[in-house]
């Protein structure tokens, strides 16, 4: 029972905690590929991705509403508008599932 005395096992986990730490530096280079695997550069996560699938909606559809609304106006259709605003936004949620529904 003296062997597993307090000091002796406080100091045996704490020679233990450095030894963890260096291994997990040996794996950081295959853990970084294995997150760019799953996570490619340039696709965002978190609260980004969300900013960022907002932001092609509403781009999508501003776009393409806006182009609708110009050649409505040109050629005297006026159903062009709700048109490209529907037409922007399916190309946007296209747009959306190529990017952030492959990983």
Known sequence: MSETSGPERKSAGRAGGP??????RAG???RKREQQRRNPPGVPEGASAGWSI?????????LYGA????IGRWTGIGVLF???MLVGLG??????ILRYGRH
């Not at 907002?54 to 501003?62: F, N, R």
């Not at 182009?67 to 110009?70: A, N």
């Not at 190309?91 to 959306?96: D, E, W």
């Open 28 to 30: 950081g280079p295959e």
């Open 54 to 62: 907002l932001s092609y909606m509403l781009g999508g559809m501003a």
């Open 67 to 70: 182009l609708g609304w110009l």
């Open 82 to 84: 709700p048109i490209g």
């Open 19 to 24: 030894e963890r730490k260096s291994a997990g």
């Open 91 to 96: 190309l946007a949620i296209t747009l959306i």
